[in-house]
């Protein structure tokens, strides 16, 4: 579960303030708002990697609001990858794995599930110098689940794929999500990747996150609020 209580973030002129907000464990959270609304700042927040003013960020029960990246069993999937230009897929695969001290055969046994799972086999001795976008999605994706982390942030991962593989990708989030009951949230300015992935659907209005839509709101022949986000 991730949970967000009253948070206030403030950087130079920018801020937002008691933001909040709960994605229910094991669901898909997608976070929308225009550019420069704070849905990175919020998504950073909740990884560690921006500081807070006030407020908590309770992460499976934890409160984590203070502590480091590191220690908040998160998985993350920046923008665009950002791989290691000099590493195989498979070290990729393997790089939170060995500093998490694995040991040889757990790595491997690991990196075989995710490779099947993610359809990347046979990339395994590949490095990221000459993979498509798609391609590289999916190592990005594998070295955030590859030490089972209980949260998965994704931010904007799909913005730079074309329509095709960008329907491929959501699959395959989907899927994953499934398969690893991970509570996920992911940011995104895309309606269809929203109406594709989102268990729970949160947007940035006015400077606070309102929920706007849950999957459990459909009832059979009702239009839906996903199906009124997809006539805006």
């Not at 409160?63 to 590493?87: C, T, W």
Request: aromatic share 6%; charged share 25%; glycine share 10%.
């Amino acid at each position: 579960m991730i949970e967000v209580e009253n948070l206030t973030i403030q950087q130079g002129d920018f801020s937002i303030t008691n933001v909040s907000f709960t994605v229910p464990e094991g669901t898909y959270g997608v976070l929308m708002g225009s550019t420069g609304s704070g849905k990175t700042s919020i998504l950073e927040a909740v990884c560690g990697l921006r500081p807070i003013v006030s407020g908590r960020i309770v992460l499976t029960g934890v409160d984590v609001s203070h502590a480091k990246s590191a220690d908040r069993n998160i998985g993350y999937v920046p923008q665009e990858g950002v791989l290691f230009q000099k590493m195989t897929v498979r070290q990729h695969l393997a790089f939170a794995l060995k500093i998490r001290k694995w040991d040889n055969h757990q790595i491997q046994q690991r990196i075989d599930k995710l490779a099947e799972l993610l359809g990347i086999g046979h990339l395994l001795h590949r490095r990221p110098k000459g993979l498509s976008g798609g391609e590289r999605q999916r190592v990005a994706l594998g070295r955030a689940l590859s030490f089972k982390p209980e949260v998965l942030l994704l931010d904007e991962p799909l913005c730079a794929l074309d329509d095709e593989v960008r329907h491929q990708m959501c699959n395959l989030l989907k899927y994953v999500q499934q398969d690893q009951g991970t509570t996920s949230l992911h940011v995104t300015h895309s309606t269809s990747e929203a109406i594709r992935l989102a268990d729970y659907l949160f947007r940035i209005v006015g400077g606070k996150v309102v929920e706007f839509a849950t999957m459990t709101e459909n009832h059979e022949g009702e239009e839906t609020p996903f199906d009124r986000l997809e006539k805006e």
